[in-house]
């Protein structure tokens, strides 16, 4: 793919950083690691516009998605999200539990 050389201004802490991914090893230069970083956000940008159009089109079908609505399924999500941890962590007290059998 053809390159074109850019003067951008960043702040001093993002470019910090990317030098020091840089040299960790993270990318081979400065610019592969911008790169990188624009492919990610042009990435997400076509997600959120992907999801957009979604949205548009269940609006058009049901009508506007309310607050209400939106509300239900965030306490929803914290819901689900509670009883994975739950979950998470009683499977790891269960393996806990035996380890110290095992050993003991």
Do not use: Y
Not at 7 to 29: M, P, Y
Not at 35 to 52: N, S
Not at 75 to 97: M, S
């Amino acid at each position: 793919m053809p390159k074109q050389r850019v003067t951008i201004t960043v702040e001093v802490d993002l470019l910090n950083h990317a030098q020091a991914a840089v040299q960790a090893g993270a990318s081979r230069s400065l610019s592969e690691w911008i790169g990188q970083a624009m492919t990610e956000q042009m990435a997400k940008d076509a997600r959120l516009a992907a999801m957009d159009e979604l949205i548009a089109e269940f609006e058009a079908e049901h009508g506007p998605i309310t607050d209400e609505q939106i509300a239900e399924t965030r306490q929803r999500d914290r819901d689900a999200a509670a009883a994975l941890r739950a979950e998470g962590e009683r499977k790891l007290a269960e393996r806990q539990q035996l380890q110290a059998q095992q050993a003991g």
